[in-house]
Every structure is written in C-alpha cells, then in structure tokens.
C-alpha cells in the first residue's frame, strides 16, 4: 500500500517504510534489522542493532554495541550536536529507554522538520532521563503501549511492589530473583534494589553492560557477578533467558515489564511475579508526549494501529505504518 500526503506546491518525498523506515532522499536507514550501508541506530537492544559499516549513534550507544558485538562501523554523535547528510542537518535528543537511546531529529533544506523517536519514555528513571519533546513538522513514533489498558502504577507503586516482593522471599529464606532484560531494565533493577538496601548480585552478561553504564557516570551501586551459589540475603538479577534450570534452587522469580499489566504474563513465562516496570512509554506517556510535540502529520510503528485511531479523535492527523509505504508531503 502507499500513501501520499499533498501539501500545496511543495510536495517531497519524506520516507519509504518497509520492515523499517528509510530516508531515501540522504540514504539513511532508521534502526534496520539487517545491514544497512549507512543507519541510524536509536538504541542498543539486539532487535535494534546490525552489523552496518557506517551509521550515526549516541556515544553510549556506539559504546554498548561495542561491547556486546566487539565491533561497530558507528559514528558517535553527541546529543545537541549535528551533522551534515546532503543538506539535511541531523541532530539528537534523549528518548528515555534506556542508556544512550535517542530521538532522531532531521531538519530538511524546505525548513521543515522530522522525528523518528525510536523506543522511548516520559518517565525519568533512576539510570536515564526522561525523553525531550521537541516540535516537529512530522513525527514518526514507536507506539508499544498504544492502548488505553497500558497505563503503569506510578513510580513509587512500582518500587514498593518490588520491595514487598524482596521481603518475603527473604523472610521465606529462598532467593528473590528480578528478571529483566540485560540492557535497561537490569542497570534500573540494580540501582533500584541498592536504593533499598540489598547486596546484589547479577548475572555476567549484566555486568557487561553495567560496566558502560558506570564508564559514562551513570550511578547503579555496587554488585557481585554471579559465579556460584548466590549467598542469603542477596538479591539476585538476570536476564528472563536465564530460567530456572539456570537459576538458585530455592528462589522466587519476579519479572519486570510493562506486559505484567496482563493477567496471563505470569503464566505464560513461568514466572512466580511481575510488576509493570517498563523503559517504554505508556499510553498516557504517548499522549502526552504528542500533545507536547505538536506534529501536523503522525505516523505510528510497533504498536497496535488503532493507536492512530485515537490520536485522529484528539485532533491530530495520524497513520499507521504497514509494509511498502511512501510517504509524502
């Protein structure tokens, strides 16, 4: 399908849309999932990274791409600071998420501006902060949580479900567990249980990670790297990957995610708990966030459609994005 937006005289090709976004006119991939000769990678989660020969990135992000795949063809670009591509001026701002994640911000030579947010939050956390709204002509916006169901407990809600959950295990003599994904949510559950009082320990491929986030002065406290059995009172944090088999035999597992907001989640991962601590935004986030921003066209990626449907009731002019489209205006 392709779509087209006309704006007077002064129609131009924005975007091609695929399984990801392209700026054809400068060549620019957005978070390709395959090698791309040049791209923009928001941030370090796997499903964002490939093994690009050159591409644009915030120092972190290069740092913790490096880290994980030993290489990275990735040019480090500074938040607020740009960079010429043709004669589009390309420049950061944080999006939250987790450490180095970044909004792309394109200023095109017809004075119009576009964002691409990729993952993102309105919340600061204890390791990031929150995303920076910046208005822009078109908006190009992740939309996960982009239902009405999804709206997280406040923070301190979150954290006093995690204390509560620590507690008992221990008075319960087993070793409480926190599953969360190596990058972000692991470095937010280490600085959160620290902040609680807890020794912590943390599986190796954690520790990797954790490592760039003190490098860039992000304060997570101390911690062990697990190797052997995990002494009383310690909490211990891994990856969801590391399930039972894997695990303390005497433990109980909480699993953090936005997802935990579904009833099924515990069930369907084997876990014992889960509380709704996320690094996306929710939907009152997304709202916000939009309402802050200001766009005159939306376009929405990996989240549910009717997303769109909602921004349209709010005023705004809103797409979703599917396969094979060319945007315009």
Not at 11 to 21: G, K
Not at 29 to 40: E, H
Not at 217 to 222: A, D, L, R, W, Y
Not at 306 to 320: C, E, I, K
Request: aromatic content about 10%.
């Amino acid at each position: 399908m392709i779509f087209l937006r006309q704006l007077g005289s002064r129609s131009c090709h924005l975007f091609s849309f695929s399984d990801y976004v392209n700026l054809d006119e400068i060549s620019l991939a957005l978070d390709p999932p395959r090698r791309c000769d040049y791209a923009f990678v928001s941030h370090g989660h796997s499903d964002h990274v490939a093994r690009h020969p050159a591409g644009l990135a915030s120092p972190a992000t290069v740092a913790l791409v490096q880290r994980r795949y030993k290489s990275s063809g990735l040019t480090p670009l500074d938040f607020g600071e740009t960079r010429l591509r043709g004669n589009h001026r390309l420049w950061l701002v944080p999006a939250g998420h987790v450490l180095g994640a970044a909004q792309l911000v394109v200023d095109r030579p017809d004075g119009r501006r576009l964002i691409y947010t990729g993952d993102f939050s309105m919340r600061p956390r204890l390791t990031v902060p929150a995303a920076t709204p910046v208005q822009t002509d078109v908006l190009i916006m992740e939309c996960t949580y982009g239902s009405p169901r999804y709206v997280f407990p406040p923070d301190d809600e979150i954290c006093a479900r995690i204390r509560f959950f620590v507690e008992r295990a221990l008075d319960d003599g087993v070793t409480p567990v926190l599953l969360g994904y190596s990058l972000g949510k692991a470095q937010e559950a280490m600085a959160l249980i620290n902040r609680l009082g807890y020794p912590v320990i943390v599986h190796p491929t954690i520790a990797e990670l954790a490592d760039v986030y003190q490098r860039f002065g992000v304060e997570i406290g101390s911690y062990q790297v697990l190797n052997g059995p995990v002494s009383p009172g310690h909490v211990l944090i891994a990856p969801p990957s590391a399930r039972r088999d894997r695990l303390p035999a005497h433990c109980r597992t909480l699993y953090l995610s936005g997802w935990a907001l579904d009833h099924s989640t515990v069930y369907r991962l084997g876990v014992d708990e889960a509380v709704p601590l996320s690094d996306h935004a929710d939907f009152s986030e997304l709202i916000r966030f939009v309402e802050a921003v200001q766009p005159s066209h939306i376009y929405t990626t990996h989240g549910p459609p009717s997303f769109a449907d909602y921004l349209r009731r709010l005023g705004f002019n809103a797409q979703p994005l599917g396969e094979h489209q060319l945007a315009l205006l």
